[in-house]
């Protein structure tokens, strides 16, 4: 599927021995009827729902682990989008896990397009077998095909399209870094999956743990939150704003 938010998991991309992005975004999940509890204000004024994945046999043969993937995705009355996953180790012993929001988000032109919040950033160049570069640049632009991985990244990151006075607002907890990817004409016309010119009105700017693993000892569960918000004409910054909607 190309579009959406896919969960990658336990791996992403293609840094290990599982298919690209891992099996978890091709399973069928199930609604969790009684999950544990969250804090208050992660239902409070919202609509949700809680889903569920456990390790299946056929799971199991590839990755020998076993887990429970709980995914809570709710929207709130202003048009926020929130997801928290939450991924505890039932196996008898521990095991690691990278992980990624895979956010597809719709733009007018790729080209009108900046990212601010990672600049001054190291990052990973994924066109250039991982080399790891500092962003030298005050925003992010496009111009041609970038897959780049920063590093301890900010807890937010501000998407802002010209042409259509709006900016997305990505916030994020338990995710240290921030994948950003286009694949600009040449790679498109590769895809057999994506339009030869549908890369200009995309950009996947991701929440992640990649450079790090997540290792949970048997019992332990980690929590990885991602908060999508869309406002009018161009951002700024403010504090007050983003601790009001819990970051």
């Known amino acids: 599927m190309r579009g959406g938010i896919q969960i990658c998991y336990p791996q992403f991309g293609d840094c290990g021995s599982l298919d690209q992005h891992g099996f978890a975004r091709n399973k ?12 208050s ?3 409070f004024g919202k609509s949700f729902v ?11 043969k590839q990755w020998p682990h076993s887990f429970e993937f709980r995914l809570r995705v709710s929207l709130a009355i202003d048009g926020d989008l929130t997801l928290i996953s939450r991924v505890r180790n039932i196996n008898g012993k521990p095991f690691s896990f990278s992980f990624a929001y895979h956010t597809y988000l719709s733009v007018s032109d790729i080209s009108e397009v900046r990212v601010e919040g990672l600049e001054t950033l ?16 005050d925003a992010i632009t ?14 937010v990151v501000a998407v802002l399209d010209h042409e259509r006075k709006r900016t997305y607002v990505i916030g ?17 016309k590769t895809m057999t999956d994506f339009g030869d010119e549908e890369y200009k009105s995309m950009l996947c700017v991701d929440g992640a743990a990649l450079e790090r693993p997540i290792t949970l000892k048997p019992g332990e569960e980690w929590t990885g939150k991602l908060m999508l918000t869309a406002v009018k004409s161009s951002f700024c910054f403010d504090q007050l704003e983003l601790q009001s909607k819990g970051f």
Do not use: A
Not at 28 to 39: F, G, Q, R, S
Not at 144 to 149: A, Q
């Open 41 to 43: 204000n992660e239902s």
């Open 28 to 39: 069928i999940w199930v609604i969790d009827e009684n999950p544990p509890p969250l804090h």
């Open 122 to 137: 190291d990052y990973l160049d994924n066109l250039s077998k991982r080399e790891l570069l500092t962003e030298q640049g």
């Open 50 to 60: 809680d889903l569920l994945l456990k390790s299946s046999e056929e799971d199991l």
């Open 142 to 155: 496009f111009e041609s095909e970038m897959d780049r991985t920063y590093l301890r990244s900010p807890k």
């Open 172 to 188: 994020k907890e338990g995710l240290p870094d921030t994948v950003v990817w286009n694949p600009w004409e040449k790679k498109s």
